[in-house]
Nanobody, 123 residues
């Protein structure tokens, strides 16, 4: 089974940028659609962005459209989340997940998860 490790989180001022990375353990990575989710304290985990196996299709939550960009490099077994114009409400633990199906935005469609990386946006 694929193992996922996120990195790139941290503390940033509102309006700033961060790029998250999620590295997969092996080349089966290219057989999975990938997604980013986030969970703020006291809230449920929510979908942020998704990308198809080839990277040719992407989807975003309305709250991040125009600010976040998901991409992947199958040669490096890595998926990225570029986050620009960050807001305090983006503060959360960000998780990447792997799914056999592209286009799903609920947790249950993702069978594999990373441990998460904290993103904190100061106002």
């Amino acid at each position: 089974q694929v193992q996922l490790v996120e990195s790139g989180g941290g503390l940033v001022q509102a309006g700033g940028s961060l790029r998250l990375s999620c590295a997969a353990s092996d080349s089966t990575f290219s057989s999975y659609a990938m997604g980013w989710f986030r969970q703020a304290p006291g809230k449920e985990r929510e979908f942020v962005a998704g990308i198809s196996r080839s990277g040719g299709n992407t989807q975003y939550a309305d709250s991040v459209k125009g600010r976040f960009t998901i991409s992947r490099d199958n040669a490096k077994n890595t998926v990225y989340l570029q986050m620009n114009s960050l807001k305090p409400e983006d503060t959360a633990v960000y998780y990447c997940g792997a799914s056999y199906l592209y286009g799903r935005t609920y947790e249950g469609a993702f069978g594999y998860w990373g441990q998460g990386t904290q993103v904190t946006v100061a106002s």
